[in-house]
């Protein structure tokens, strides 16, 4: 990790990559399951708003260790958190596939 910075535009950038892939799912079909992905949409927001305010305030008493750690922690939690969002957006199309066959 080199900045908050970067780590405040890394966060940005895969949840907007996400959610931009939500939006072409939702163009592409078109049905019933835009409920489901936009649950996706909004888990996705809520976890970006959460990551922020992480990153925004760290203990004001830990050592740089710590510090370092909690920095380290949130970027584990980034690539985690989407991860399990992009299997909730295959299982929704893999649903879909399922459906139309």
């Known amino acids: 990790m080199g900045s908050i910075r970067k780590l405040k535009k890394e966060i940005d950038a895969k949840v907007y990559e996400l959610i931009s ?3 072409t799912y939702l163009e592409l079909y078109p049905d019933k399951k835009s409920d489901e992905v ?3 949409i909004s888990d996705a927001v809520h976890f970006r708003n ?3 305010h992480r990153v ?3 203990d004001p008493a830990a050592d740089p260790k710590g510090v370092k750690a909690h920095y ?7 690539n985690n ?4 969002l992009c299997e909730r ?3 929704v199309s893999k649903k879909k596939k399922k459906q139309s066959v």
């Open 21 to 23: 892939d939500c939006f």
């Open 38 to 40: 936009g649950g996706i």
């Open 50 to 52: 959460d990551l922020i």
């Open 56 to 58: 925004n305030n760290p």
């Open 72 to 78: 380290q922690l949130i970027n584990k939690d980034l």
């Open 81 to 84: 958190g989407v991860d399990k």
């Open 89 to 91: 957006l295959s299982s």
